[in-house]
């Protein structure tokens, strides 16, 4: 239910992108080639979750992401290079991060390799397997810790350490430290190199890298959920569970010692620990909290919110990940929105947070003038300008939500009217205020799927059980119609020309024309018999097109739909997902590929082109007959002009 309802979010919110654009008329665009701008960036709420993250100085982190990407950034000058990839997956995550200098980093994953590489230019670092199983199968690698540009030491779920030198790594041999444990050793730190100290679920074990040989376990912290470590100095280390707990030992002579809470929440859990100085340590957790502490004193420290995700609910995109101190006074933390957010531990007040690695799906988007567009993610939208550029702040709309926001209409540049599941909210898109949503359709249990308004005192939502709500975004004032009268039928995008007719497609390919006032049917017919139309456009009362995820193009009349002829016209692009019509000559689809089709629908002619800096395309409007808006699944706008 939630990947079908999140699919449903991502193919029907993107088919309303077409509200406005059929106010606009003149001659076609299919004859005019279209020239692109690079992408923009526009939605900086969510991202690529950054997880792992080290700071050779204070003037520069590298940090890493699930996706194999590496962003080397200034956390004084709130400044970053673009990320680059340097282990794609899919997928070979990054375990770990370690930065002896400043123009050198090793990265371990989960397919038992390091990759080591200028952090100032990474280029395309090679991958060297180091850890494999007795069956040649790679192991996983979960931390590392370099004490020096030639020596780096690494652990991995079996229970092993392997240390090796990165700029020449050859074939080191694994070396059994902790054969007790059940699931491994899952950090690791190095005070130089003849000291290195490893923990699995309860334990500690410490041995000498360059000849660990049999070196004894000792258990520090009997709840068996440890999970970070650091270790300022060769006769001190701390390690934190997951429960709040930290411990601070002699790893030298561990003995028994007693672990102190420092964090009185347990969920969501701590997630990494730097200790800058024997008397000064910080860990971050999943709620976006960080304390700060002293491992010889702990006594009950104050956790801080340093982290926060707009409508104050901590998911997975606030997450902070990992933390560096390159020193007492400065420490860097990364989060699951690919943010970094830098703060004096001593003082985090609300450390001003700085997108270094983007990429956010868009679910729809909406441009009411030729210089402003409103595009919407899960929760978030965002105002921009196209011409310029320029791009507002992210406000919510909404409490978070998983299953998103499922349709976008913006009648005038300061109305849009937005649907998720039972409720609707209106909001300005010039204005950051907070907006209250409204119970639109409490007896919709299969959602709300698509939102059209026509004008700014007309809208019109269609949901899962086959139902059209007329409301006014003005007023709430709403009157809801059964328009779909097949059983389990669910209605998907709506177009509506003119406050008097209105077009829904439903999951079996159906077009259903209605009068949206009083939800009398005018004509229904199937357009598309494979049922997944993903896009809809209707730029006069008497033509629509419709556009599916299997690359095919219908053109039909509403009022008489049963002529209606599927086309091929993008059978190798992944898809269509949406389509827009400036005028009843003039279209244009987007497809997975990053490609633009524009064409005649009706004289069935279409060229496909691809947009330069595109990811999968997944909305498109046209607000002038010479200007359209695509937005793709990395949170970027991109305009395109007719030449």
């Not at 420092?262 to 304390?291: D, K, N, Y």
């Not at 909404?398 to 209106?426: H, K, Q, W």
């Amino acid at each position: 239910m939630f990947g079908d309802g999140l699919m449903r979010s991502r193919r029907l919110a993107v088919s309303l992108a077409v509200c406005c654009a059929a106010l606009a008329a003149g001659p076609a665009i299919a004859r005019a080639q279209f020239s692109w701008s690079g992408p923009i960036r526009i939605d900086e709420n969510g991202g690529q979750s950054l997880t792992a993250v080290s700071c050779p100085a204070r003037n520069q982190c590298t940090a890493v992401d699930l996706d194999g990407r590496v962003v080397t950034f200034d956390p004084q000058a709130q400044a970053s290079a673009p990320p680059v990839a340097i282990d794609p997956g899919p997928p070979n995550f990054i375990g770990g991060i370690a930065c002896p200098s400043l123009t050198q980093c090793t990265v371990v994953d989960q397919d038992g390799r390091e990759l080591t590489f200028d952090p100032r230019a990474p280029g395309s670092p090679r991958a060297v397997t180091i850890d494999s199983s007795a069956l040649g199968l790679p192991e996983e690698l979960n931390g590392v810790a370099c004490p020096s540009s030639t020596q780096c030491t690494a652990v991995d779920g079996d229970g092993r350490e392997v240390t090796f030198d990165p700029a020449s790594p050859g074939t080191p041999t694994p070396a059994l430290i902790d054969p007790t444990s059940l699931v491994g050793l899952g950090a690791v730190a190095c005070v130089s190199s003849t000291q290195c100290t490893a923990i699995d679920r309860n334990a500690e074990v410490t041995f000498d890298p360059q000849a660990p040989g049999a070196p004894s376990t000792a258990t520090v912290d009997s709840s068996g959920l440890l999970y970070v470590l650091a270790c300022p100095a060769a006769t001190e280390c701390s390690a934190v569970d997951q429960t709040g707990l930290e411990v601070t030992f002699n790893p030298q002579a561990p003995g028994a010692p007693t672990p102190t809470r420092i964090m009185s929440q347990s969920f969501p859990p701590i997630f990494t620990l730097a200790c800058p100085a024997a008397t000064e340590c910080v860990a971050v957790s999943g709620g976006g909290r960080e304390v700060t502490f002293d491992p010889q004193s702990p006594g009950t420290p104050t956790p801080d919110n340093i982290d926060s995700y707009p409508g104050g609910v901590n998911v997975g995109q606030i997450t902070l990940l990992d933390v560096a101190c390159p020193s007492a006074t400065t420490c860097t933390a990364v989060d699951g929105a690919g943010r970094e957010l830098t703060f004096d531990p001593a003082s985090p007040g609300k450390p001003r947070l700085i997108r270094v690695d983007p990429g956010n799906l868009l679910l729809g988007l909406a441009c009411p003038s030729a210089t402003e567009c409103s595009a919407v993610d899960g929760n978030q939208q965002v105002t921009f300008d196209p011409v310029s550029h320029r791009a507002g702040r992210p406000a919510a709309i909404f409490g978070y939500s998983v299953l998103g926001i499922d349709g976008l209409a913006c009648p005038t540049i300061t109305e849009c009217a937005a649907v998720r599941t039972t409720s609707e909210v209106t909001y300005n898109p010039r204005s950051h205020r907070r907006h209250k949503p409204r119970s639109l359709d409490r007896l919709a249990n299969e959602g709300l799927s698509g939102v059209a308004c026509p004008s700014a005192t007309v809208c019109v939502a269609t949901d899962g059980n086959g139902m059209e709500v007329t409301f006014n975004p003005r007023t709430g004032a709403a009157v809801r119609h059964l328009v779909d009268l097949a059983l389990n039928d669910q209605l998907g995008a709506v177009t509506c020309p003119s406050v008097d007719q209105c077009t829904a497609v439903d999951n079996q390919g159906r077009a259903l024309t209605f009068r949206p006032r009083t939800g009398k049917s005018i004509a229904r017919s199937i357009i598309d018999a494979r049922g997944d139309v993903a896009g809809l456009a209707c730029p006069t009362e008497k033509r629509c097109v419709a556009v599916d995820n299997f690359g095919n193009e219908v053109t039909f009349n509403p009022r008489a739909p049963r002529a209606a002829k599927l086309t091929a016209i993008d059978p190798d692009g992944g898809g269509l997902s949406a389509v827009a019509c400036p005028s009843a000559g003039a279209c244009m689809t987007v497809d997975a590929l990053g490609r633009e089709l524009v064409g005649d629908p009706a004289r069935g002619q279409w060229s496909a082109e691809p947009i330069p800096g595109a990811a999968i395309l997944v909305g498109v409007t046209c607000p002038t007959r010479r200007e359209c808006v695509v937005i793709d699944s990395a949170g970027d706008a991109l305009v395109g002009r007719a030449g």
